[in-house]
């Protein structure tokens, strides 16, 4: 049925020139053909076929005109596919987009939370304990930031476990100090420098001051 519909007006044609051919058949006297002359035989199939030659010239302009419409609607579906195509990649593109900043805005949370809070607890006698929380600090090397009082530090490197207190062994002390004169009060910065397991050489600082008690005549070292 759809090779009959595809090629209906083939069947036509072909139906239409078997017609003509037998008219023309019946109406003509073959026997007199014989004795025309050349040329009388040439316009006579001259005249016979000009019909069906001007009837499949007229087939073959529509055949034509519809391969031509059938190639135009084909490359109308390629464009239409293509377009599709185009806004497919566009959706592709935003979701990696947003999936792309939805990861660093993970990346970024997973730093922060790496991050420990680092705090300094006063243990007495110039002595202080470094306390890690809500994270994990690896390598800790301290220095002192001061132009007025000389002071010598223990350097120490450690591994701070989350929510725990260190051992002894990771308390540090101030010593040598010395260059008090009268009551007089000396600040100075500690600073704390440490890596974690995503970022390196972080650092964060704590205030001292150092004086001497005018009752008892000893050297303190406060945080601040």
């Given at each position: 049925?759809?090779w009959?519909?595809?090629?209906l007006?083939?069947l036509?044609?072909?139906?239409?020139?078997?017609?003509?051919?037998?008219?023309?058949?019946i109406?003509t006297?073959?026997?007199?053909?014989?004795?025309?002359k050349?040329n009388?035989?040439g316009d006579?199939l001259?005249?016979?076929?000009s019909?069906?030659?001007?009837?499949?010239?007229?087939?073959?302009?529509?055949?034509?005109?519809?391969?031509?419409?059938?190639n135009?609607?084909?490359?109308?579906?390629?464009?239409?596919?293509?377009q599709?195509?185009?806004?497919q990649q566009?959706?592709?593109?935003?979701?990696?987009?947003?999936?792309?900043?939805?990861?660093?805005?993970?990346?970024?949370?997973?730093i922060?939370?790496?991050?420990?809070?680092l705090?300094?607890?006063?243990?007495?006698?110039?002595?202080?304990?470094?306390?890690s929380?809500?994270?994990i600090?690896?390598?800790?090397?301290?220095?002192?930031?001061?132009t007025?009082v000389?002071l010598?530090?223990?350097?120490?490197?450690c591994v701070l476990?989350?929510?725990?207190?260190?051992?002894?062994?990771?308390i540090f002390?101030?010593?040598?100090?010395?260059?008090?004169?009268?009551?007089?009060t000396?600040?100075?910065?500690?600073t704390?420098?440490?890596?974690t397991?995503?970022e390196?050489?972080?650092s964060?600082?704590f205030?001292?001051k150092y004086?001497?008690?005018?009752?008892?005549?000893?050297?303190?070292?406060?945080?601040?």
């Amino acid at each position: 049925m759809k090779w009959l519909k595809e090629h209906l007006g083939l069947l036509i044609i072909l139906i239409v020139t078997l017609i003509y051919l037998f008219i023309v058949m019946i109406i003509t006297d073959l026997s007199e053909y014989a004795t025309l002359k050349l040329n009388e035989k040439g316009d006579l199939l001259a005249g016979v076929f000009s019909p069906l030659a001007f009837l499949w010239l007229v087939y073959g302009y529509l055949q034509q005109g519809q391969e031509l419409k059938q190639n135009t609607l084909a490359l109308n579906l390629q464009a239409q596919e293509l377009q599709n195509s185009v806004e497919q990649q566009k959706v592709l593109a935003k979701a990696a987009l947003e999936q792309l900043s939805i990861l660093k805005i993970e990346f970024n949370n997973n730093i922060v939370k790496s991050r420990p809070l680092l705090q300094i607890k006063d243990c007495g006698h110039q002595q202080f304990a470094i306390i890690s929380s809500e994270g994990i600090a690896n390598n800790i090397s301290l220095s002192i930031d001061t132009t007025m009082v000389s002071l010598e530090i223990n350097h120490i490197q450690c591994v701070l476990p989350q929510q725990k207190e260190l051992d002894i062994n990771n308390i540090f002390t101030f010593t040598s100090l010395k260059n008090i004169i009268g009551n007089k009060t000396y600040h100075f910065k500690l600073t704390l420098v440490y890596d974690t397991a995503i970022e390196k050489e972080l650092s964060c600082s704590f205030v001292f001051k150092y004086y001497k008690d005018q009752y008892d005549n000893k050297k303190y070292v406060e945080l601040v």
